[in-house]
């Protein structure tokens, strides 16, 4: 192989085929169009923030996107030094903008900063073709094919001021070229919220938000259940800067903080973390100063102080770096105002608010407690999963017959009840990719015990480690990771009675306190083993689900029938029936757990398994008719 430079080896790319040839590199996730949209959308967006319109159009068509807005327009028909109008060099020259400078017409706060997102989604599109009107009614039309400029027309019409952008993402560069309208929709309600005064039009529905960050704390909280009254509202602004921010706090053990800057939204940087340690600071100084916590008490960690907690905020700045044009982390920005701002009105909220103060002080306080108890426990599931170094194993439970396959994600998991139902399923199953692990009746009811107890459960220890998820020492929980999880499904096996639902729902509700991500991500199944049993006149075996289903094949095979048992328990069915109804992929009956609403799911295990009796009578009274007695 000859690896040394030739006279060509040195290449220069011209800016359109150095974005067509790296377009991840601009657009950062390149499976489907979707930022192309955000990066035409965000210039809109940029034009009502300094008062020009306050409507934005967006209409996605098969193949085509176009966003309109009724800002002011480009300069029409303006010839630059290379020959090109100053519209044209908005989308094909990179780095053109008119947003570089803290002094000029967009303050330095637009989201649209680099000069580059009109030119990356013209040379990752088909065809796109620009129109701008001014305030006199001048225009200017502009097209390009695969980035490359094909025609202009000027002229004067009657027609409001604004620009309408219309592109066709190209497929080469894109694992889909469709637009995600589900996130670009999610996108456009935030914004929304953001900008009480703009409207959204979205394929023809209107989104409007006249009540801002309120909205929009709303939007997130979705149906979790709020802790406290009155939730934090800040709306400040000083020179060029400002921060609009709402929070709230819930029962959930999470956290979820949604923070714009600019109008754009982020993931990472400075500004997260000075909001975090803001919040920390005076939650603990006032903490101390109400006697909940002792001057000599050790501060509450953010960890535990910000579980549970919701906050959506908006930061307006200047001289904002990032660390790539998606924009998503940022490297540089002034946290000076977003610190004293957030705990000045922090402070004032706490004092008016003293209830829902030390609601959120005694929920950190058991966080912490659970956290303190989870460390021990981790340490414990630790000392019983190591083997001798020369292994580099864990030490699997003796209940767990394990399968052989390195291909962990087609490995199955079955958890069954009881010697003869794991048995015959031991007997039945495939040991390249199924696992049985028999547990003694009943499993424990997490909810309703301490941290600190919930891994001294020895079958939960066992469970812990078959799956091969590391325990979070801050939740108690074990951290999702679909590279270090055993098993590809989780399926309960028990049997069709009262006591297996009761088997198997308690097992769900383990599954859902230790990592609610394993049912999310569709990991976990329940088995539908079949109540009947018919033998034929030819003496086969037809296996029925339950007695909706015996009723239907009588009516259409009465006379074919020779016998008909009931199989209520999985240690009555010799390891072939198992086999074919429970661990065959052709022939068995399994349903996947489906997760459509995370905090009513999450409410569902609250009432049904937590400590109040109250939200259960309330279930069942409002149930009771839906009951069946075998």
């Known amino acids: 192989m000859d690896n040394l430079y030739k006279d060509d080896s040195i290449e220069s790319l011209s800016p359109r085929e150095h974005v067509r040839l790296r377009p991840g590199m601009y657009a950062g996730d390149t499976s489907d169009a979707t930022q192309l949209a955000i990066e035409i959308l965000g210039n809109a967006i940029d034009e009502y923030n300094i008062g020009h319109g306050n409507k934005i159009t967006i209409i996605i068509n098969d193949k085509m996107v176009s966003i309109a807005d009724e800002g002011q327009g480009f300069p029409i028909n303006v010839i630059r030094e290379d020959g090109e109008t100053v519209l044209q060099a908005s989308f094909d020259v990179i780095n053109t903008s008119g947003k570089y400078r803290d002094d000029g017409v967009y303050e330095g706060t637009a989201i649209g900063l680099n000069g580059i997102g009109g030119k990356l989604t013209n040379f990752l599109s088909h065809t796109l073709s620009v129109s701008s009107w001014n305030s006199k009614g001048e225009y200017e039309f502009i097209h390009f094919e695969e980035g490359i400029f094909k025609e202009r027309k000027v002229g004067k019409e009657n027609h409001p001021s604004g620009t309408l952008v219309s592109f066709i993402p190209s497929e080469e560069f894109f694992d889909s070229p469709q637009v995600n309208q589900k996130k670009l929709l999610n996108f456009c309600e935030d914004i929304a919220c953001l900008c009480p005064g703009l409207i959204i039009v979205f394929n023809g529905q209107e989104i409007k938000h006249e009540n801002g960050i309120n909205d929009l704390l709303k939007k997130h909280l979705g149906k979790d259940i709020e802790i406290i009254n009155n939730p934090l509202i800040i709306q400040e602004k000083k020179d060029k800067q400002a921060i609009s921010l709402a929070m709230s706090y819930t029962t959930r053990g999470s956290t979820n903080i949604v923070p714009y800057v600019n109008c754009g939204i982020t993931s990472a940087g400075p500004h997260i973390t000075s909001i975090k340690s803001t919040i920390t600071r005076i939650l603990n100084k006032w903490a101390k100063e109400q006697g909940i916590l002792k001057a000599t008490d050790k501060n509450l960690d953010g960890a535990s102080l910000q579980e549970g907690m919701v906050l959506v905020a908006n930061i307006t700045a200047e001289g904002v770096s990032y660390d790539a044009q998606v924009k998503s982390t940022i490297t540089k920005i002034d946290t000076g105002f977003i610190s004293s701002t957030l705990g000045e009105q922090l402070e004032i909220w706490l004092d008016n608010n003293i209830e829902d103060g030390k609601n959120i002080i005694e929920k950190a306080l058991v966080a912490r407690k659970a956290a303190e108890a989870a460390k021990k426990a981790r340490e414990r599931v630790k000392a019983k ?189 010799d390891s072939d029936e198992l086999s074919y109804c429970l661990l065959d992929p052709e022939t068995r009956n399994v349903l996947q757990l489906k997760v459509e609403d995370y905090g009513k799911t999450d409410k569902m295990f609250q009432d049904l398994y937590g400590k109040r009796v109250e939200p259960r009578v309330q279930f069942l009274a409002q149930h009771l008719e839906e009951a069946r007695v075998d």
């Open 385 to 573: 999963a190591v083997t001798p170094v020369k292994a580099k194993a864990i030490q699997l439970p003796t209940t767990l017959t394990d399968c052989w396959s390195k291909d962990r994600s087609k490995c199955e998991l079955f958890i069954c009840e009881g010697k003869s139902a794991a048995a015959g399923l031991v007997a039945g199953r495939d040991s390249e990719t199924q696992a049985i692990y028999g547990v003694r009746g009943k499993m424990l009811s997490v909810l309703k015990t301490a941290p600190a107890n919930i891994y001294k459960n020895q079958e939960i220890n066992n469970l812990v480690q078959a799956l091969g998820l590391e325990v979070d020492e801050a939740t108690c929980t074990l951290t999702y990771d679909e590279k270090k999880l055993r098993y590809g499904k989780i399926i309960a096996a028990a049997d069709a009675d009262f006591d297996g639902f009761a088997i198997e729902n308690l097992l769900f509700n383990i599954l859902w306190y230790m990592c609610p991500d394993l049912i999310v991500n569709g990991h976990v199944y329940s088995a539908v083993p079949p109540l009947f049993r018919v033998t034929t006149k030819k003496n086969e075996y037809i296996y029925l689900r339950d007695a909706e289903a015996l009723v239907a094949y009588q009516k259409e095979h009465g006379a074919q029938i020779q016998s008909i048992g009931r199989l209520k328990g999985l240690g009555e069915q």
